[in-house]
Every structure is written in structure tokens, then in C-alpha cells.
């Protein structure tokens, strides 16, 4: 059941973004706009499953809320400087260095959880970030791409803590709740920072893409968390390598940029990497 988990998140996120880049292509959507409409639409798909479901309520102590403040902090500084990141508008350019998340979370989780550890993944996690920063080849980039890919880093760094806040978390509360407060602490937040009155220009086409991108992500933010408490954060961020395939290929086929040979095998050898290192015991 963990590897449905998996594939559910990775084609959700893949999906997502595709989603998005098509919004902010055809409808101009702002950063400001994309925060809000995005998160609200998860927040809320997740509160009716929730209510649907009759979620039994957590409990709450001074660690859970502890970790839930955690949570809150890195997901909203991640999704600020992931949202301005997105404005390289070239997701080819983008994706080398979103394939370096799942490796950096692998290794921060590989430090934080021995009984994770396995000698394969760590070589695996190396190897993978030789090859991502192997396909990123030397471009000439334009003023707006290189301040794109400088949030992008940031993001990337932010984003690579959570899955191991995440699996603490799950001492506390299902990964239901895990992903609803979270979504609940970036919505608030992004309320505060960036108030709704500020926000101009919403139409009807922004807020239906947003809302499909929302459903796609609250889908995807809840199976990566239940597969992190079936398979462990290591080894669900091992597999989470596969993703840059399938985000290439959304990238060629439906949004029509040019994917670079590099990328694309780059791509490739990550899927060799993860699967020599899932079969040896």
C-alpha cells in the first residue's frame, strides 16, 4: 500500500505543477493571487474529507504543538520562495534543481533517523546528486530566471526538513491532520502577510485552476505523509526521485518547452540509481 501512496503523490505533484504553469501562463496569475487561492482550495478539500470521513481529533501536547509551529514555518517560507520561483516560467529550467529536494530530504532523514539506515541509500542519495547537478548544464539566463532559480534554492532547502518534522508529527496525529494543519498554518499566514484585500484581479478561470491545482495537491500532500509512515522518510524519499520524469514529460508534451537531453537523462539514471538501491537487501 506504501507504493500506491507514492505514486499517488508523485503523479499529484507532477500534475500540480503542471496545473499551475498553465495558470499563471493563460490567466496572468500573481504571486500573491496563487498563495491564496491554492492553499485555500487545499485547506478546504481536506476539511470536507476530514468531516466526510469522521477523522478522529488529535491530541494535542507541548511537543505536537511544538512541531506543528515547525511545520508551519518551513512549509510557508518553502511555498513563499517556491511561488516567486515559478515566475523563471520555464519549467525545464526549474525541475534540475526540484529533483535535488527528494535527495536532500533522503539525507537530512538518513541523519536524523538512524534505524533508516542503510549503506545502498546513502550511496544512491550521492550518486543522485552528482547526477542532478550533472544535468543542469550552463545556460545563459535571462535577469528574471536567475532570480527565479536563487528562490528556488531556497525553496528546495526549506521544503527538505519537512518530511522529517512530518514523521514526528505522526507520533501525535494521522497524516490527515498532519497535512490540514499544515495547510490550515500557511493559509493563516498567508492571510497575514499577504491579506486578501491586497489581492486584485481574481476571475473565474484563476480561481477553477487553482482549485484543480488545490484538489491535485491535497491529494498529494496526504498520501506522501501516509507513505512516510508506512515506508519510512528514507526510503519514500528514494523513490520520490522518480518524479522528474514525469514532470519532463508534462513539461514537453502538454506545456510545449524544450526538455534538454541532459535532463532527460539525467532523469533516467536516477531511475537506475533508485532501483539498484531498492534491490539490494
Not at 64 to 81: E, M, P, R, Y
Amino acid at each position: 500500500m506504501g507504493f500506491l501512496y507514492l505514486f499517488i503523490s508523485i503523479f499529484s505533484e507532477s500534475a500540480g505543477k503542471t496545473v499551475d504553469k498553465l495558470n499563471f501562463a493563460r490567466n496572468h496569475l500573481t504571486a500573491r493571487q496563487y498563495m491564496f487561492l491554492v492553499f485555500l482550495a487545499m485547506y478546504i478539500s481536506l476539511l470536507v474529507f476530514i468531516v466526510a470521513d469522521k477523522q478522529p481529533f488529535p491530541r494535542f501536547t507541548a511537543a505536537s504543538l511544538g512541531l506543528i509551529f515547525l511545520i508551519a514555518v518551513f512549509s510557508f517560507g518553502g511555498n513563499v520562495f517556491d511561488c516567486l520561483s515559478v515566475k523563471a516560467n520555464d519549467l525545464s529550467l526549474r525541475e534540475p534543481l526540484v529533483d535535488f529536494e527528494p535527495i536532500a530530504a533522503g539525507l537530512a532523514a538518513y541523519l536524523f533517523f538512524p534505524a533508516e539506515r542503510k549503506p545502498a541509500f546513502l550511496v544512491a542519495f550521492a550518486v543522485g546528486a552528482l547526477i542532478v547537478r550533472w544535468g543542469i548544464h550552463r545556460r545563459k539566463l535571462r535577469k528574471h530566471q536567475s532570480k527565479g532559480l536563487f528562490y528556488l534554492w531556497i525553496a528546495v532547502l526549506l521544503y527538505a526538513i519537512l518530511p522529517s518534522l512530518y514523521k514526528e508529527a505522526l507520533l501525535y496525529m494521522s497524516p490527515v491532520y498532519v497535512a490540514f494543519f499544515r495547510l490550515g498554518s500557511i493559509l493563516l499566514l498567508t492571510t497575514i502577510f499577504f491579506p486578501y484585500k491586497s489581492i486584485k484581479g481574481i476571475t473565474a478561470k484563476k480561481i477553477w485552476y487553482s482549485s484543480i491545482a488545490g484538489v491535485i495537491y491535497a491529494l498529494g500532500a496526504v498520501t506522501s505523509i501516509y507513505a512516510i509512515q508506512v515506508l519510512g522518510v528514507v526510503l519514500t524519499m528514494l523513490f520520490l526521485m522518480l518524479g522528474p520524469a514525469m514532470r519532463y514529460l508534462a513539461g514537453y508534451f502538454i506545456l510545449k518547452e524544450k526538455v534538454r537531453r541532459g535532463e532527460i537523462i539525467s532523469s533516467v539514471l536516477l531511475a537506475l540509481v533508485v532501483l539498484v538501491a531498492a534491490l539490494i537487501r
